[in-house]
């Protein structure tokens, strides 16, 4: 599914384009452009505001715009290995990953304790 579709599905029966615009401090044509495929999604700062309006998973609405959060930036410069760790992770399945995500939680809360 691409970013406006995706918004449209989300904000349709919650507000029109008008009101979800102005919570979120843009311009309703500009909105209507981006759920109509003729703008490119917005900045992150937007994309946030907008799943926070919609009540929605920013990350999901985020990955649909192709839009790395300055948050995972900083987890991916922290570490000169993560690039290749990330790499190496790219063909897993969402089985897989969800087992490594578990592994990832277990090894933090054993090193918290």
């Known amino acids: 599914m691409e970013f406006g579709s995706r918004l449209r599905q ?6 029109n384009q ?6 979120v401090g843009i311009d309703f044509t500009y909105l209507s452009k981006i759920e109509n495929g003729k703008m490119p999604p917005p900045s992150e700062e937007v994309i946030i505001k ?5 009540g929605a998973d920013a990350d999901e609405l985020l990955q649909l715009a192709s839009k790395v959060p ?12 993560m ?3 990330l790499r190496s992770i790219s063909d897993l399945d969402d089985a897989e990953m969800k087992k490594l995500e ?6 933090k809360a054993k ?3």
């Open 10 to 15: 989300l904000r349709v029966g919650k507000f």
């Open 50 to 54: 907008l799943a926070n309006e919609l």
């Open 111 to 113: 090193r918290e304790e």
């Open 18 to 23: 008008r009101e979800l615009a102005e919570k």
């Open 83 to 85: 690039p290749a760790f």
């Open 102 to 107: 578990e592994y990832a939680r277990r090894m």
């Open 70 to 81: 300055e948050d995972i930036k900083t987890v991916i410069h922290k570490s000169p290995g």
